[in-house]
């Protein structure tokens, strides 16, 4: 069975709001929303919806340039014009969440203004830059540049969409399906510009014709600039691949990392541009690429010098890459699935495209895939004997591409620790990427053998340290190539996935077919993780958790074997259920390889056609998501037990309080939410009847607990809009207190318990110093509490424990968990004896000890400390 294509979302038409600029009121071109950024605060920003391609897992460069450009020209006088900016790429960065513009003044002159920006995401820097301004004063005149190349006019060369078009129909191509899906989605994701490549591979010099798609109605010089400065990494780091005749498969890892542009002299990006892009040098696994922006008329306008992670043993990989595909599909696993061919996942990522973190598995996988041939692996004091971790390095390497075993400092800092988490205790001493099952059986047998800890990763995105590495050990990260679809079966209804596939993307690839999977944790979550942590979302009042919705998983256990724990249909009574055993487990009794997941029909209607009487807006007729305030916190609570013994089938209802409301307003301006209490719903149903009397019924408990207004969202992109608030929750709290580190904890009670829970945990954070805003899915009793603080101050520190400690403390004397759906990794573990007893941690350390009787299977995780539990 063909799979049909995913659809391509590209840059909308925006709707811009007259925040003070001048230059931004009246820019009708697509792509200024790709280089607009919101002010928050003096000198602080933070961007816009990020550009996505399908597959990419990093930050597109060109878009962070510009917009951190952009946030630099809003604390310059309008006077001035951008004349240089010096950036520097320190992670990929991830393109689910916004991005944090810290703009410093460095120097404020009569004619010359430097600005110096951070750019940060989680409270960590991804990328610098040095931007240098002047007024426009006259010189002596002298001029000199190179001449403008001679080559055919942008009218003579075929647009990118006649290109491929021309492409899919010639049949005597030596092309694969797969490559002519990248280079229809390359075609869709580049809508932003009008781009005419000219056609020099395997030639020293490349050009390509380059404007906007649509007119930038505005003289100011720095917008043409930002556009500019986009456009300035769509294709640059791919010359130097071009100069060797190299496809995109040929490819290894490719990312900028300096990145310069000087302009000399206004210009217009919606009149034709010629870009020539030369590479003079590639050495010692970096590529220098330099570009020149002509006019149509030969004036200089720019120069760009980028220098790149170059491509790293493409030649090897050109040799070996029909074979490693082949071996790769038939050693995906060691138990016999279903006949067909699987379909990949990772479909965008296009080798000319630029973008600063295309081919990341994460932030920091630019070095996490360098070979580290003449490396060597650091054991950690205490916890891993050296010698066998130099004799587990060694050995890895002669079993697995030297470019997938790596000991690289900067790598094994981002796969131990994160900021998102306080429980950071380590990392590992290697970090491998496998490619297959039988990889990690490999992987698995060394480690066994040498009694080296194994850490299994996929979207690096847990809270509760669970991919930290306290006794160091083997990394094995997932996101980089076991990341594709095994096989789908449309109509069962399920489809079986690597680990490394993220919800987002599957849910991306299933909605052409009217599926979809339901569980919607946090951006950038992986299936992997998700199993592993027994994870939920906002979905889950309706639809459950990860348990209800995985068929079977293939597992490599500690000794090496492979297990599947069921067949494929939706129910069995054959034997134990070893398919939950694994839901949960987070790693500790063995690597989950496949995953078979159920799927369920997208609802038919999220709208209803007749609003109820005296309720709704008038002339509008599309309901999907609206939200709620409340005069406390315990009023909006209390409406979560009326709702589910109702019965009425709400797709989520989320609570946010007040400052939690303050802190997404702060990220996005334009949502203009009241910062009060709020209880936000998600309606859907079979038809719009049923629909129309959910919230009929929901409107009638809101009135009976004070609730106010609702406010709706009238077309999917409103309701897209509305939910964006709720999703980026995490990472908008960070703007209550900046630097700062958050302490994400999350409990769950019976719902007849919600209330009190919540009102007496927000009368505990009335007597604190710290700011803690609250979020939760309330439509099962789950909430979380974001704690800010400085880890390096031990009084906000300690204050920040005992919050945590009193949360968790009380939601289990109310017959409730201390984690609803984070899972219990290191931070929740010592309070697992209270909450289920001794009787049962016990029987929990006899399944561990049997399944991994040398203990190396995520160890530190879940089990309590045997010298300190809390009973």
């Known amino acids: 069975m063909n799979a049909k294509q995913p659809t391509v979302k590209v840059f909308s038409r925006p709707v811009l709001e007259d925040n003070g600029s001048k230059a931004t009121a009246k820019l009708p071109a697509a792509i200024v929303n790709a280089i607009e950024v919101n002010r928050i605060d003096e000198c602080l920003y933070n961007s816009r919806e990020l550009w996505k391609p399908i597959g990419a897992r990093g930050v597109f460069g060109g878009q962070v340039v510009a917009q951190a450009l952009r946030a630099a020209a809003k604390t310059v006088d309008p006077s001035f014009y951008v004349h240089s900016l010096h950036c520097y790429f320190i992670l990929a960065g991830d393109n689910q969440i916004p991005i944090l513009f810290q703009v410093d003044r460095l120097r404020s002159g009569k004619t010359y203004a430097t600005r110096v920006v951070k750019a940060t995401q989680r409270g960590r820097a991804i990328f610098t830059a040095s931007v240098s301004f002047s007024l426009d004063e006259p010189g002596p005149m002298l001029h000199h540049q190179p001449r403008m190349p001679d080559v055919p006019p942008p009218e003579e060369i075929p647009t990118e969409a006649e290109k491929v078009n021309a492409m899919l129909k010639d049949e005597s191509l030596d092309m694969s399906q797969e490559e002519k899906d990248k280079a229809v989605l390359r075609m869709a994701e580049r809508a932003a510009l009008d781009t005419r490549q000219i056609d020099t591979h395997g030639k020293e010099k490349h050009y390509r014709w380059i404007k906007t798609q649509g007119t930038v109605d505005d003289d100011d010089r720095t917008i043409h600039a930002c556009i500019a400065a986009y456009a300035s990494d769509t294709g640059l780091i791919g010359t130097a691949a071009r100069i ?41 696994g970096r590529a220098l690429c330099m570009g ?58 296009a080798a000319a495209s630029g973008a600063a973190g295309y081919w990341y598995a994460n932030a920091n996988a630019s070095t996490s895939a360098t070979p580290m041939t003449s490396a060597q692996p650091a054991a950690i004091a205490n916890k891993v004997d050296a010698k066998a971790i130099q004799t587990a390095f060694t050995r890895l390497q002669q079993v697995l591409p030297a470019e997938h075993v790596t000991v690289d400092q900067e790598t094994l800092q981002f796969h131990g620790f994160t900021t998102n988490s306080y429980h950071n205790e380590g990392a590992p001493n290697i970090v491998v990427y496998p490619q297959s099952t039988d990889d990690v059986v490999k992987i698995i047998n060394i480690a066994n053998e040498l009694k080296v800890p194994v850490i299994p990763v996929a979207g690096l995105t847990s809270l509760e340290g669970h991919f930290s590495a306290p006794y160091g050990g083997i990394c094995i990260s997932f996101g980089e190539h076991m990341d594709e679809i095994v096989a789908f079966h449309e109509e069962d209804m399920d489809i079986v996935v690597q680990p490394g596939v993220g ?51 293939t597992a490599v256990m500690p000794d090496g074997s492979v297990v599947k724990t069921r067949q494929r249909p939706r129910k069995s009574s054959a034997g134990y259920d070893l398919t939950k055993l694994f839901i949960g487990s987070e790693g500790t009794l063995g690597v989950v390889t496949e995953i ?66 303050k802190a997404i307003n702060m990220a996005n301006p334009r949502l203009g939410y009241e910062e009060e209490v709020t209880l936000f719903f998600k309606f859907s149903g079979p038809n719009k009847t049923q629909v129309q009397n959910d919230i009929k019924l929901v409107s009638e408990i809101v009135n009976k607990h004070k609730g106010g207004k609702f406010k709706y969202a009238k077309t999917d992109v409103e309701k897209e809009e509305l ?53 939760g899915h309330v439509g099962d009793g789950n909430f979380h509490v974001f704690i800010l603080f400085d880890r390096d101050n031990e009084k906000e520190t300690a204050e920040a424990k005992r919050l945590n400690a009193r949360l968790v403390d009380r939601a289990i004397e109310l017959e409730g968990s201390c984690t609803g759906e984070h899972a219990v990794g290191i931070g929740k573990k010592n309070y697992l004896n209270k909450e289920l007893g001794v009787p049962t941690v016990e029987l929990m350390r006899t399944i561990k000890a049997a399944v991994d009787p040398n203990g190396i299977m995520n160890p530190g995780k879940i089990l309590p400390d045997l010298e300190k539990p809390q009973a």
């Open 244 to 284: 060797h005749n190299l496809k995109s498969n040929d490819i290894g890892l490719m990312v900028s990392l300096d990145h310069q542009i000087w302009f000399h002299a206004p210009f217009r990006t919606d009149e034709w541009l010629l870009y020539e892009m030369v590479s003079p040098t590639t050495n010692n």
């Open 596 to 661: 078979t997941l159920k799927l369920a029909t997208i609802p038919k209607e999220t709208s209803v056609s007749a609003p109820p009487k005296n309720k709704f807006p008038k002339n509008s007729n599309q309901y999907p998501v609206a939200v709620c305030d409340f005069p406390s916190i315990r009023d909006a609570a209390a409406v979560v037990p009326d709702i589910m013994k109702a019965g009425i089938q709400v797709g989520a209802v989320e609570l946010l309080d007040e400052v939690m409301m």
């Open 292 to 349: 020149q922006l002509y006019t149509r008329d030969g004036r200089l306008v720019a120069t760009t010098v980028m220098l790149n992670s170059a491509i790293r043993h493409s030649l090897l990989r050109q040799a070996r890459r029909n074979a490693q595909q082949v071996a790769r599909r038939a050693a995906s696993t060691a138990v016999p699935t279903a006949p067909g061919k699987p379909w990949p996942i990772v479909i965008g990522a």
């Open 723 to 775: 939910w964006e608030g709720r999703k980026v929750a995490l990472w908008s709290s960070a703007l209550l207190k900046p630097g700062c580190s958050i302490w994400t904890t999350d409990v769950v009670v019976p719902v007849s318990r919600l209330p009190d829970l919540i009102e007496q945990t927000k009368q505990d954070i009335a007597t604190s110093f710290l700011p803690c805003p609250m979020v």
């Open 503 to 553: 919800w987002e993307t599957l849910n991306a690839f299933l909605k052409p077919h009217g599926l979809f999977f339901p569980l919607d944790p946090g951006p950038g979550a992986c299936i992997g993780g998700m199993v592993g942590t027994g994870c939920s979302g906002t979905n889950a009042v309706r639809y459950g958790t990860m348990r209800e919705w995985v068929l079977n998983v």
